[in-house]
């Protein structure tokens, strides 16, 4: 199993200990779009002190989102859900019922002003998740995201479980990670997850592990308690 690459130190947990992160878990399906406004009026909020860090959890109904690298040619099945144009990084993805999706809103000129350590650390809060299900993820360096190894399929072969996709403005972070929980993989069938066709995707599942979204939502909350510091509870 890889070790995830924690790099948080004592003295960060304690910076933020008096300004806890706040979390909400949205009820039913998000419509994308939505979300995106309401992302885009707290990143600027948080920029100007006026609203807390925040972690919001959601489930959107089956669509596609287009990032910033996204190579038309990857949208085998444009008709097929909903196309979305956004301004995070990365290619074409799918979000749906049963995938997890976490919109991470923090202050990196409060934390680290570092965008790459901020990936890696979403990484690392993707890994320890999915390890207290007893799944090793794992980072590549040549692929963001998260990858288990899938030797039920034959050598070498791995599929991806989670995807990662942020977007910086005035230093807030916004969009964030998407773990297949129990989705349905055939959707990802109309796109090029990531630009990537030489591997597949999986979910918790797909790989055995009959777990529920409350179950993968307590775990997020322990483990990103430990890489990024305090949690509060909030609504959507």
Known sequence: MTTPRRTISPSRAELHSANPVVWEVAPGLTQYAEAVARMERLAEAIAQGREPERVWLVEHPPLYTAGTSADEADLIEPDRFPVHRTGRGGQFTYHGPGQRVAYVMLDLK?????VRLFV???ENLVIATLAEFNVDGEPRPDRVGVWVRRPDKGSGVEDKIAAIGIRVRRWVTFHGLAINVEPDLEHF???????ISEHGVTSLVDLGHPVTMPDVDDALKRQFADIFGPLATGRS
């Open 110 to 114: 409060r934390r680290r002003p570092d």
């Open 189 to 195: 069938s109309g796109i090029v997850p990531c630009g």
């Open 120 to 122: 890696q650390e979403l």
